[in-house]
């Protein structure tokens, strides 16, 4: 892992990406991203998880976060290895699921080149972490992630997408609760 991207003070708000391996487009499918959204709802209220901002993209979840307890590198880990054991349980024992085969074939080869992964790996191990020590920091990186949608193409306004924070911050309902920064 670079060493510019490490979590290095607990304590503060962060920005994260968790891509998914091959930067396979898993999140197309509603059931994946709506799996996304009740595990961080679950982490807000039983994690102590700050959720300032996020959207979830086709293959990759931009996040700003912090971790009450001081212990987002814990918090990450945790996340990341339930939700990958999950997704790929809800992927590949899904005979509805006509990419079935093809995503394995993704899954597998990018587990062969990490001893730590198994079988199979879901998230790259790559966080890209960048640490939010001022308020200037956090209100850019929230820009970018209400953008997303926009500079893919998929809406007009960043409010129209369903799958971000953008929503809560322009007084619509959101999917999920959010701490407002």
């Known amino acids: ?10 304590e503060l708000p962060y920005f994260l990406t968790f891509q998914v391996v091959g930067w ?14 009740e595990n961080l709802s679950y982490c807000l209220s039983e ?35 339930f939700t990958s054991k999950k997704l790929l349980k809800m992927i590949l024992e899904n ?10 074939m993704i899954f597998e080869y990018h587990a062969k080149s990490n001893k730590r992964s198994g079988d199979l790996q879901f998230w790259t ?7 939010l020590f001022r308020p200037e920091m956090i209100e850019s990186r929230m820009k970018y992630i209400h953008e997303n949608p926009v500079r893919a193409g998929w809406v007009e306004n960043a409010e129209e997408y369903l ?9 619509l309902k959101g999917l999920i609760e959010v701490d407002y920064w």
């Open 1 to 10: 892992m670079g060493e510019a991207y490490q979590i290095r003070d607990q």
């Open 24 to 37: 396979a487009d898993v999140f197309t499918r509603k059931a994946y991203r709506d799996f996304i959204l």
């Open 95 to 104: 005979p509805q699921e006509s990419r079935r085969e093809w995503l394995k």
């Open 125 to 131: 191990h790559e966080n890209h972490a960048i640490e």
């Open 163 to 171: 799958y971000s924070s953008a929503r809560n911050y322009s007084g």
């Open 47 to 81: 994690k102590g998880l700050y959720l300032y901002g996020y959207v979830i993209m086709s293959n990759h979840v931009h996040l700003v976060v912090q971790q009450k307890d001081g212990k987002l590198s814990d918090w990450v880990r945790d996340f990341k290895k």
